[in-house]
């Protein structure tokens, strides 16, 4: 019902910037909860980032607060999560993630199959 694709990871600089977006496609992208996960070898899959569907509640774990930030763009169906200020922990695989409801009981229902970030100290 809903495909999502990310892009735009890749090997950065401790102290630098990546952009990640999140092309959607199926589905009514406006009427979906958007989210960014990530997870490193051998470690769960941990919370990044989530964006309510009407763009009015934002949430963030508390190791990315102040460094990234979580946007989306209903016109192009895209989503983003700018990550400045990149840390060698912030190395991992980053999932974009879609899901319906009210985002206090969200159920991230689409995921997309993940961009690598690898940063190097």
């Known amino acids: 019902q809903v495909q999502l694709v990310e892009s735009g990871g890749g090997l950065v600089q401790a102290g630098g910037s990546l952009r990640l977006s999140c092309a959607a496609s199926g589905g009514t992208f406006s009427a979906y909860n958007m989210g960014w996960f990530r997870q490193a070898p051998g470690k769960e899959r941990e919370f990044v980032a989530a964006?309510?569907?009407?763009?009015?509640?934002?949430y963030y774990a508390d190791s990315v607060k102040g460094r990234f930030t979580i946007s989306r763009d209903n016109a192009k169906k895209m989503a983003y999560l700018q990550m400045n200020t990149l840390r060698p922990e912030d190395t991992a695989v980053y999932y974009c993630t879609a899901g319906p409801g009210p985002i206090a009981t969200v159920r991230w229902d689409y995921w997309g199959q993940g961009t690598q970030v690898t940063v190097s100290s």
């Open positions: 964006l309510s569907w009407n763009g009015g509640s934002k």
